[in-house]
């Protein structure tokens, strides 16, 4: 070993140190090696040693500024200017970037189109009406949504109601009538298509919705519910084997609260169905009623945020109108429907191209106030059947007296409430 | 509500049975008779989903 040391220049006593000044010669070594060591002092705990210049030994012990910034569940580390932590959103939220936050990311909610299997599941859409009686036992409402009771007893009324729920405009009501003494149940549901149902096959689903009750509710909690079955195309309430996959009790306040129930559904589905029932007590009063909007049903565990099956609302519109559309005249008593031909006798027929491809080809026609006419005096119609109509158009035929190879133009009679209404539900 | 059954030539020798539903205020509703009987079959069979609020 060379000597003074080559790093650090320590210097150690000699063969003739030791039998001369062995003692002083361990001082100036020691002393050597503890100046050299200073730096190495002090601290404390979790410094460390950094370097103030590039002098040899220049040291300090400082904090370490680069420890992690993160303190709960699922946060991120993410950078400003220096470290910073991001906390985790909402459940079902994503994370986007966003440079107007200072870390470059933002949890928002999901709006994706088509994540929502349930169509007009946010009660956009209402081409029956906006207010409908239970005339009848069971009856379409809200565009996809059903409506029957118990014991086939009338005596409610269906009706659109500003609902003040993010991301829907209107709720469905569903209400039994003031005065209305039967306490058969009410149920509402709507279904979908085998060929939109057997995707969820075996998937873990989420089945969530906001409801809210009346002042003068009758009922107990609010069952909201995914069915499904083993049949092609069939009403829910007729599935082949029908069986719950999702139970949601919902006890009700007067104000909206979102539920939800997550479970997989059988793997052996190829229907599904969505039902809401709930069972008056008493005679009605005033209020006695229910509201629902924001239906979701949608893959995975998390509810998120609610979103119309077809993104926007024109796409909802056409996914509807798959099903049935209504064509109104609006304000005017002699509004235009279609073109047609008389076929001479008492029967004409009429044209009209669906504004999407319906489901099947439609069987039902529903009309009001209707009649046909050339250049003046209408004929009224009181019949108005499919004759020879497909998925994209309907071809329908009426009664009234004509005269044959004429052309004859489908219009409102005299009103302006007059409607066309064509239907391929389930 | 009045409800009638008429029959329908297709003009091409296709005759089908309709129901015409007159419901009183003006506004009809028709479809082919089977598919009313269908219906008429399934309201009268519904299946009891709710039966009450468990």
Redesign the interface.
């Known amino acids: 070993m060379a000597n003074p040391t080559t790093n650090f220049g320590w210097v150690m006593p000699t063969s003739a140190d030791l039998v001369t000044d062995l003692p002083a010669d361990f001082a100036v070594f020691g002393q050597g090696v503890d100046t050299s060591m200073q730096y190495l002092l002090g601290g404390t705990t979790g410094q460390v040693l950094s370097k103030t210049s590039g002098t040899n030994m220049a040291f300090t012990w400082t904090t370490p500024t680069d420890q992690t910034p993160l303190t709960t569940k699922g946060d991120l580390f993410t950078f400003t200017t220096v470290d910073a932590r991001l906390a985790v959103g909402n459940n079902g939220e994503t994370l986007v970037a966003d440079s107007s936050t200072s870390t470059g990311l933002r949890y928002q909610g999901s709006q994706a189109g088509g994540k929502n299997a349930v169509i007009n599941g946010g009660m956009d859409i209402w081409q029956r009406g906006t207010s409908i009686a239970m005339?009848a036992?069971?009856l379409f409402t809200a565009d996809r949504w059903f409506v029957?009771r118990?014991g086939?007893v009338t005596g409610g009324t269906i009706s659109r109601q500003t609902s003040g729920v993010n991301f829907t405009r209107y709720g469905l009501r569903l209400q039994r009538d003031s005065g209305n003494t039967s306490t058969q149940?009410l149920?509402l549901?709507s279904t979908l298509e085998t060929q939109d149902s057997i995707g969820y096959a075996g998937q873990t689903m989420t089945f969530s919705f906001y409801a809210k009750a009346g002042a003068n509710y009758s009922?107990?909690?609010?069952?909201g519910?995914v069915?499904y079955g083993t049949g092609t195309d069939q009403?829910?309430?007729?599935?082949t084997g029908?069986a719950v996959a999702i139970s949601v009790?919902a006890t009700l306040t007067t104000s909206y609260q979102r539920f939800q129930g997550t479970a997989t559904v059988n793997a052996a589905a190829t229907e599904i169905g969505f039902?809401?029932?709930?069972?008056p007590t008493g005679t009605a009063s005033t209020n006695d009623w229910v509201e629902i909007t924001g239906v979701q049903f949608e893959l995975g565990s998390i509810a998120t945020t609610f979103q119309r099956a077809g993104g926007t609302l024109q796409g909802e519109l056409a996914a509807c109108q798959r099903y049935y559309y209504r064509n109104l005249v609006g304000s005017t008593n002699y509004g235009f429907f279609a073109w047609g031909i008389g076929q001479g006798g008492t029967s004409a027929l009429f044209a009209i191209a669906n504004p999407v491809t319906m489901r099947t080809t439609p069987?039902?026609?529903?009309?009001?106030?209707l009649g046909f006419a050339q250049t003046g005096g209408i004929t009224a119609i009181?019949?108005?059947?499919?004759?020879?109509s497909s998925p994209s158009s309907a071809f329908l035929?009426s009664d009234g007296s004509n005269t044959a190879n004429t052309i004859y133009r489908l219009i409102g009679n005299n009103s302006a409430s007059a409607y066309l209404g064509i239907?391929a539900e389930l | 509500m009045a409800i009638q059954i008429i029959s329908v030539d297709d003009g091409f020798g296709t005759i089908t049975e309709h129901i015409i539903i007159d419901r009183g205020n003006g506004e009809f509703t028709s479809m082919p008779k089977a598919i009313y009987d269908e219906q008429q079959a399934q309201a009268e069979h519904f299946t009891p989903i709710v039966t009450s609020d468990e």
Do not use: K, M, W
Request: proline share 2%.
């Open positions: 005339t036992a069971e029957y118990g086939l149940p149920y549901n009922g107990g909690a609010l069952l519910r069915l009403r829910v309430t007729s599935f029908i009790s039902d809401f029932g709930y069972t069987t039902v026609v529903e009309f009001s106030n009181t019949t108005l059947v499919h004759s020879n035929q239907g």
